[in-house]
């Protein structure tokens, strides 16, 4: 194992251990809960949005290192930002663990996720909490998944 790859390797285990966001969000005007029928891992994502903007997330919920990380990221990541932004990053993280085009400067510790591709059936862990987010967003008529 390289060097990135054990930083990598750390990234994602600390998220696991000490997740970001980890909880509901008193005020969540959206919510969105998905199971992955293949491990079982399930995640309940909760979020405030308010005038095209992701004032507030949060998520719950049981599973592996990669899903419990991803989440944890996702939360870190897309807190206060805007739904513009929120979709240009699920699209580079999606284009990232499928291994085609993105841009990596964006992920931040997203990018420990790089080699997951390598690993089809764990892809569905690592975007399940985007893909529960995407559930929860519909509720205000909102497109995040494409």
Known sequence: MNNLQELYQKIILNHAKNPVGYGTVPHANCVGALRNPECGDEITVYAEVDAQRIQQLGFTGTGCVISMASASMMVAQLNGRTLADARQLWENF?????????????????????????????????????????????????????
């Open 94 to 146: 999606q284009n990232l663990v499928l291994q085609t085009d993105c841009d990596s400067d964006q992920l931040g510790d997203l990018a420990a996720f790089a080699s997951l591709h390598q690993f089809p059936t764990r892809v569905r862990c690592g975007t399940l909490a985007w893909h529960a987010l995407a559930e929860g967003l519909k509720e205000k008529g909102e497109v995040f998944d494409g």
